[in-house]
T-cell receptor
């Protein structure tokens, strides 16, 4: 039983393309997050949703747009991909705001 | 602003020896502190957290952490290291509605 799942696991694409990453959690949690982990393994929060409402929107290029169709899903759409977008993107969820977070397996995005 | 520091990029320990991974924090108010572990090519996994109560917190896989308010530290410890403990360890502190993450410490356990 996968708690937090992400698709795809790997994503290789050309500069300028638009791509989406999907995240689903079956834990019944109210809060979901997107993180970016760079090549040095540094973790940066990008977005946080609580009950489908945007709570955190860090300084992220507006090419990145999250969408939460319901509490169990938080998708990430990226327009006009750039080389610097190459990273591992993690989805996470928690029961409430700043409770213990449960992470998905990550999506490794490579922009060529 | 809240912050957390992991002063060591890498810690090397022989199997069977005790291990310590260091974390210091700076917060206003009472700290909520977390430790997570990341195995290669995997997502982060929760190990333990301190919110209030006993200064010694026990977590998963035999790990524990000691909260020290006077030294503003929350070091992760294990009495006897296993090779399978080799991974990347992150300390984090609560800041309003998000966690502030340390840069991570790579733990290498040698047989």
């Amino acid at each position: 039983d996968t708690a937090v799942s992400q698709t795809p696991k790997y994503l290789v694409t050309q500069m300028g393309n638009d791509k989406s990453i999907k995240c689903e959690q079956n834990l019944g949690h109210d809060t979901m997050y997107w993180y970016k982990q760079d090549s040095k393994k540094f973790l940066k929060i990008m977005f946080s949703y609580n009950n489908k409402e945007l709570i955190i929107n860090e300084t992220v290029p507006n090419r990145f747009s999250p969408k939460s169709p319901d509490k169990a899903h938080l998708n990430l759409h990226i327009n006009s991909l750039e080389l610097g977008d190459s990273a591992v993107y993690f989805c996470a969820s928690s029961p409430g705001l700043v409770d213990t977070q449960y992470f998905g397996p990550g999506t490794r995005l490579t922009v060529l | 602003a809240q912050s957390v520091a992991q002063p060591e990029d890498q810690v090397n320990v022989a199997e069977g020896n005790p291990l310590t991974v260091k974390c210091t924090y700076s917060v206003s108010g009472n700290p909520y502190l977390f430790w997570y572990v990341q195995y290669p090519n995997r997502g982060l996994q929760f190990l333990l957290k301190y919110i209030t109560g006993d200064n010694l917190v026990k977590g998963s896989y035999g790990f524990e952490a000691e909260f020290n308010k006077s030294q503003t530290s929350f070091h992760l410890k294990k009495p006897s290291a296993l090779v399978s403990d080799s991974a990347l360890y992150f300390c984090a502190v609560r800041d309003n509605y998000q966690l502030i993450w340390g840069a991570g410490t790579k733990l290498i356990i040698k047989p």
